[in-house]
């Protein structure tokens, strides 16, 4: 079931043997889909079924025992300025600045002062955090702290917007109004975004395709098109199938 | 998209500012308090006792006033002075940077850990024969003796400090590309270790103090000399004298770092 041929990225039939205390563990099993440009895509499954695992290969931060990543027909075997990434605890540096969070990444890039200076500006003003520029992490709340993260990971300008749970330790309230946000900003920059949850509400509300995992070993039961409007709520009956379609195969 | 940020407060940090000065008033009071009950006790021990056991307050205050005034204080702390800042100076650096290594790189702390474990229990004062042997009596033997204190608290801080530091912060860097070992230490590690580097340099400072009397103790003089050669001669309102300059540079020294700390980790 390979989508993947010519999409921007294309995960192919990747695993992830660990050796542990008992014998070895699959964690992930010939793990194999594409993702479009433009598209959201969401990797929905419950706890243990290796999406951390499989969001770190993507990443770069870990090898695969077998299979590969290609992005752009490049393959992933360490961390590229083509991708933004979002962790699920923010993980601001807590001796910066919002600015020099936001700025982080631009050391590596060749951008000149002005222009670093202008993009930050543009992304701290984008995720809403005017006037907290030269607040340190200590004092923002776990909204803003990702807010931050988030426009981290936006300045570097990549086509991939890669996320780990990024909205699993903000309060319900905070979770829906980020959520939002974040269509905005795909829909704004036209980004490519594969956001990790285990959340299915969260990834029927955002994706146009939800990518389906299970445990034991950690594989793909389902790839599932969203055909949905959006805004999406909710309380609508057809918002409702496909909740109760992803609920069965977890 | 929408800026409000209802429901996703700031904790703001300076509506404490007043109570803060409350509680600072107060505790000055307290230990001012304290300070005085102490000498008062002091005063009251040392009408029981003959002037060389223990001299009054009033005598020690006497002869602290009379070795500030002849210029043998300023020239006991000036000579002092000469091998404590070297010898601070150097140790630290060097147990910041050693500590940092091997903190870091799990070949270096393998290879070194023996040879660590075997100097690391050795008093500064068993290298005097060492000091003398390779820098002479003078204030580089001093200084050696001084830095090599300076150099554990240093070492141990920094290694603590970077043993500590969070491996998801080390992802991040990761994923923006930084990479190797000097990139992801200096953008990274060290940022990350500061508070535990800079309590130890500051434990260091202190610890550098005391270890100036041991420094002195083969004959480089200072304060540390003065205090021996009072002890020898029984002239207890000189060593006291002398105890008190010591602290004294200590509380100089300390309080003066402590403000750079403040500073340094306003973040925290």
């Given at each position: 079931?390979s989508?993947?041929?010519?999409?921007m990225v294309?995960?192919?039939g990747?695993s992830?043997?660990?050796d542990?205390?008992?014998g070895p563990v699959?964690?992930?099993?010939?793990?194999d889909f594409?993702?479009?440009?433009?598209e959201?895509?969401c990797i929905?499954?419950?706890?243990?079924?290796?999406?951390?695992?499989?969001?770190?290969i993507?990443?770069?931060l870990?090898p695969?025992?077998?299979?590969?990543?290609?992005?752009d027909?490049q393959?992933?075997t360490?961390?590229?300025?083509?991708m933004?990434?979002?962790?699920?605890?923010?993980?601001?540096?807590?001796w910066?600045?919002v600015?020099e969070?936001?700025?982080f990444g631009l050391q590596?890039?060749?951008?000149?002062?002005?222009?670093r200076?202008?993009?930050?500006?543009?992304?701290?003003?984008?995720?809403?955090?005017d006037g907290?520029a030269?607040s340190y992490?200590?004092?923002l709340?776990g909204g803003m702290?990702q807010?931050?993260?988030?426009?981290?990971a936006?300045a570097?300008?990549p086509?991939?917007?890669?996320?780990?749970?990024?909205?699993g330790?903000?309060?319900?309230q905070?979770?829906?109004?980020?959520q939002?946000?974040?269509?905005?900003i795909?829909?704004e920059?036209?980004k490519?975004?594969?956001?990790?949850?285990?959340?299915?509400?969260?990834?029927v509300?955002?994706a146009?395709r939800?990518?389906?995992?299970g445990?034991?070993p950690?594989?793909?039961?389902q790839?599932?098109?969203v055909?949905l409007?959006?805004?999406?709520?909710r309380?609508d009956?057809s918002f409702?199938r496909?909740y109760?379609?992803?609920r069965e195969?977890? | 998209?929408a800026?409000?940020?209802?429901g996703d407060?700031a904790q703001?940090t300076?509506?404490?500012g007043?109570a803060?000065?409350d509680?600072?008033?107060?505790?000055?009071?307290l230990?001012f308090?304290?300070?005085?009950?102490?000498?008062g006790l002091w005063?009251?021990?040392s009408?029981?006792?003959p002037?060389?056991v223990?001299?009054s307050p009033?005598v020690v205050?006497a002869?602290f006033?009379a070795?500030?005034?002849?210029?043998?204080?300023?020239t006991?702390l000036?000579?002092?002075?000469?091998?404590?800042?070297?010898?601070?100076i150097?140790?630290?650096?060097?147990g910041i940077v050693?500590g940092?290594a091997l903190g870091?790189?799990?070949?270096?702390d393998?290879?070194?850990?023996?040879v660590v474990?075997t100097?690391r229990p050795?008093?500064p004062?068993a290298l005097?024969?060492?000091?003398?042997?390779?820098?002479?009596?003078?204030n580089?033997?001093a200084?050696?003796?001084i830095?090599?204190g300076?150099?554990?608290i240093?070492?141990?801080?920094?290694?603590?400090?970077?043993?500590?530091v969070s491996e998801?912060?080390l992802?991040?860097?990761?994923s923006f590309?930084?990479?190797?070992?000097l990139?992801l230490?200096?953008?990274?590690?060290?940022?990350?270790?500061?508070?535990?580097?800079l309590?130890?340099?500051r434990t260091?400072?202190g610890?550098?103090w005391?270890?100036v009397?041991?420094?002195?103790?083969f004959g480089?003089?200072?304060?540390?000399?003065?205090?021996?050669?009072?002890?020898?001669?029984?002239?207890?309102?000189?060593?006291?004298?002398y105890?008190?300059?010591?602290?004294?540079?200590f509380?100089?020294v300390d309080?003066a770092?402590r403000a750079?700390?403040?500073?340094?980790l306003?973040w925290?």
């Amino acid at each position: 079931m390979s989508h993947a041929d010519g999409s921007m990225v294309q995960i192919e039939g990747v695993s992830k043997r660990y050796d542990g205390d008992q014998g070895p563990v699959q964690a992930l099993e010939d793990v194999d889909f594409g993702v479009e440009t433009g598209e959201f895509v969401c990797i929905v499954g419950p706890s243990g079924c290796g999406k951390t695992t499989l969001f770190r290969i993507l990443a770069g931060l870990e090898p695969a025992t077998a299979g590969e990543v290609l992005l752009d027909g490049q393959r992933v075997t360490e961390p590229t300025p083509e991708m933004g990434i979002v962790f699920q605890e923010y993980h601001l540096f807590p001796w910066q600045t919002v600015r020099e969070n936001v700025a982080f990444g631009l050391q590596k890039a060749e951008v000149s002062a002005a222009e670093r200076d202008r993009r930050v500006d543009h992304l701290i003003d984008l995720v809403g955090l005017d006037g907290f520029a030269d607040s340190y992490p200590k004092s923002l709340s776990g909204g803003m702290k990702q807010r931050v993260a988030l426009a981290r990971a936006l300045a570097i300008d990549p086509a991939l917007l890669l996320m780990d749970e990024p909205f699993g330790a903000v309060d319900a309230q905070t979770r829906e109004m980020l959520q939002g946000e974040l269509l905005d900003i795909w829909q704004e920059t036209g980004k490519t975004v594969l956001f990790v949850t285990h959340d299915v509400e969260e990834a029927v509300k955002l994706a146009d395709r939800i990518v389906v995992m299970g445990k034991d070993p950690g594989s793909i039961r389902q790839v599932i098109d969203v055909d949905l409007d959006r805004p999406r709520s909710r309380t609508d009956a057809s918002f409702g199938r496909y909740y109760e379609r992803v609920r069965e195969l977890i | 998209m929408a800026t409000d940020l209802q429901g996703d407060h700031a904790q703001t940090t300076d509506d404490t500012g007043r109570a803060r000065i409350d509680v600072d008033l107060r505790r000055l009071l307290l230990g001012f308090g304290g300070l005085l009950g102490f000498v008062g006790l002091w005063w009251v021990a040392s009408l029981f006792q003959p002037e060389f056991v223990l001299p009054s307050p009033a005598v020690v205050a006497a002869t602290f006033i009379a070795e500030a005034a002849s210029g043998e204080m300023a020239t006991a702390l000036g000579q002092s002075i000469l091998h404590w800042v070297p010898g601070t100076i150097i140790g630290t650096l060097l147990g910041i940077v050693t500590g940092v290594a091997l903190g870091w790189s799990r070949l270096l702390d393998d290879i070194t850990a023996p040879v660590v474990r075997t100097l690391r229990p050795v008093p500064p004062l068993a290298l005097i024969g060492f000091a003398i042997a390779w820098f002479g009596i003078n204030n580089a033997g001093a200084a050696f003796i001084i830095a090599v204190g300076a150099f554990w608290i240093n070492f141990y801080a920094s290694y603590g400090g970077v043993e500590g530091v969070s491996e998801d912060l080390l992802d991040v860097a990761r994923s923006f590309g930084l990479k190797g070992d000097l990139e992801l230490v200096r953008s990274v590690v060290i940022p990350a270790a500061s508070p535990e580097i800079l309590t130890g340099i500051r434990t260091g400072i202190g610890r550098c103090w005391m270890l100036v009397v041991a420094s002195e103790i083969f004959g480089v003089p200072g304060i540390g000399r003065r205090i021996l050669r009072a002890s020898n001669n029984l002239q207890v309102d000189v060593v006291i004298t002398y105890i008190l300059v010591l602290s004294l540079m200590f509380l100089l020294v300390d309080t003066a770092f402590r403000a750079v700390q403040r500073w340094v980790l306003a973040w925290r």
